[in-house]
């Protein structure tokens, strides 16, 4: 979000000024707004975020709006829609923000919260004894209205969400808001919960301290899924090292096995595929040629043509690169794309010469990208070619090499967020590619006096 576009900062701003009219009732003479409990229950919620920020807890706190929901849905059970709108603002202008821009970001959770909360209290609120169902004797009865209110919650979070990956990112509707929802229901129904304990504990006779208890074992429960997410991004600094050595050792692949998963990712949304399937995808563009790290470097950098042994010992590196990754359990379909990105629709690649639908669908958008890349990089031997010129030499491959699906989404995508590749310094030698193993030597003619 270095670059915000103006059409996401016209929609934070609308967000904002619709989330002051949620709250402005509540500042009007006369309203009965429980002012008492508004300022209590914005002041935990600050207090929570900024234990983020606590250099005691240092990078073990969690962090994000989620992990002291429970407090804003207590404000949404225990006060009126315009109240509990203004429960979030302080916590939000104030919490903990990684990201650039920073202001414009705590402006957006300052929007999306207040929001949000409002819904929630007009959800519990509505539902069948809703607010009147608090007390301990109730206490069985006020777990739909809950229910309802963290669903409310849930909903208005993932609609304004879905529109800010619209405006800010230009994904497209279908795209941006597939899953959003069903993601994160049950984890807001669990807060709701929290939520509820918080408010029944605040209406009974020990009062509000007393709710502080439900926050220990939901902060505890938080803290162990930030665990969770470090442990996976510790799984993610070990991939970049190996794609790291890869580019070291072999040339040819410096900075292009980011860019293959990058287009690996346009592909993938463009087919609509969930983010969980995006992230495996991007992971096996990465590490598609990790394999050669089990190829001799004198092969990879070897001036003259190479003989048949030492072609049919490069062509192992898809194999290689399957053993290397096979006990990351997170890559998933990732392994079959590193296996198998050099096969062909026509049964003609390697290692195992699978033709049409046998090879795996994350095989062939991998393929797709690896190609597009190779064509739009410059290497030594050449100049990159331009974009609209390699993606009609997929287009004329689609079908015999490469899947005709695959390489319509990747043109639309193009179209849609255009292509920016970095340039690679320094290529593989020209003999290597006349030996058919760059993607490139596969789509004749080439662009070297005319063909191999």
Known sequence: MRAVPPMARAYILCAVLAAA???APALRPGAGTPWGAVALLALLYAACEQLTRCPFMGRRAPTGMGSFVPVLLAGAFLLPPSAAALVAVPGALLGRVEQHPVWLRRLWHAGQLPLASCAAAHAFGASPGGGHVLGAAGFPYALLPACAGAAAFCLVLAVLDGGILVTAERRSPRTAWRGLLLRSLAPYLVHGLAGLMMAVLWRSPYGPVASLLVLLPMYVSCWVFAQYHRERAAHQATIRALVQAVDIKDRYTRGHSERVGRASVMIARELGMDEHRQEVLRFAGILHDVGKLGVPTRLLRKDGPLTPEERRIIELHPEYGHEMVRGIGFLGEARAAILHHHERMDGRGYPYGLAGARIPEYARVVAVADAFDAMTSTRSYRRARPVDTAVA??????????????????ARAIDRHGWHPAVTADGLDPAVV???????ARLAPLDRGGGS
């Open 393 to 410: 030499e997929l287009r004329r491959c689609a079908g015999a090499q490469f899947d005709p699906r695959m390489v319509r989404a990747l």
């Open 434 to 440: 006349a030996d058919g193993l760059d993607p490139v």
């Open 21 to 23: 009219a949620c709250a």
